[in-house]
């Protein structure tokens, strides 16, 4: 079964409960329009914080009695796309990212109606409803194929297609903050401006390193030719929502209220 739901509502529902419920705070990421402010990181903030990056996928409902994996895993399941086939190599970016030491993540939900999503948004359980791989963990895609991660709702693994390949080390709910909170330990650094801007030169050389075309090109020298005439937040975000497809969340050590 298609999802319902779209990928901004989905996004727009757990960004609000990250913000009001946990504390996160945003670079671009959609938003009700009641916490436009309050969710907006302040580069003066002074504050330890954690980067985040999330590229959200929406997912089939899989219940037919044709379904790939009906023999190996039974049904239901769900299952997203994780690039088209010609757009594989747009993994490389987001594992350059995890090698910046930054968590990055695919964000799938367990629900695909909207009645779902609802529900989840009113429960307040759309953390709890939403699965998160990292890139790293997924591996190698097969490249001119349709790479597709499956899942179940209470499974710590999935299934890559077409391999047919277990992948482990899925986070599901709440656990993405007890790995905010290990970054905690280690992570030390302050995300002022001149932190946000040199991620986005790092973001834009990397990005070179994948795509080689003549356009590319001409379109990352002009985003880094103006970087100066905008905000570093802006910088960031821009790179990261037109090039990565993610969007950037912030959870300072000062902020955090799940503890």
């Given at each position: 079964m298609k999802p319902e739901i779209t990928d901004i509502s989905y996004s727009t529902s757990l960004t609000f409960e990250l913000v009001t419920q946990y504390g996160f705070l945003t670079l671009g990421a959609p938003i009700f329009p009641s916490l436009r402010k309050e969710s907006i990181?302040?580069?003066?903030m002074n504050a330890k914080s954690v980067l985040l990056f999330f590229?959200?996928?929406l997912s089939e409902h899989i219940i037919g009695t044709k379904a790939s994996l009906r023999d190996d895993w039974g049904v239901p399941y769900y299952r997203f796309l994780i690039h088209p086939k010609n757009k594989n190599q747009r993994l490389e970016l987001l594992l350059h990212l995890e090698e910046l030491n930054?968590?990055?993540?695919?964000?799938?939900?367990?629900?695909?109606?909207k009645s779902?999503?609802?529900e989840s948004l009113m429960q307040k359980t759309v953390l709890d409803n939403s699965t998160f791989w990292s890139p790293r963990q997924i591996g190698p895609l097969v490249r001119s194929e349709r790479n597709m991660l499956s899942y179940k709702k209470d499974s710590l693994f999935g299934i890559l297609e077409p391999e047919k390949r277990k992948v482990s080390g899925a986070i599901k709910g709440i656990g993405l903050l007890s790995e905010i909170k290990l970054k905690f330990e280690t992570n030390k650094e302050v995300n002022d401006n001149k932190r946000l801007v040199n991620l986005g030169d790092q973001m834009l050389e990397n990005y070179l390193k994948v795509f080689h075309s003549f356009k590319e090109k001409r379109l990352t020298s002009s985003?880094?030719?103006n970087r100066d005439l905008i905000d570093a937040r802006d910088y960031l975000s821009l790179i990261s929502i037109l090039l990565y497809d993610c969007y950037v969340y912030i959870v300072a050590m000062e902020k955090p209220v799940w503890d």
């Open positions: 990181y302040q580069t003066d590229q959200y996928k930054h968590p990055v993540y695919y964000v799938a939900p367990e629900f695909h109606t779902g999503l609802y985003i880094w030719k």
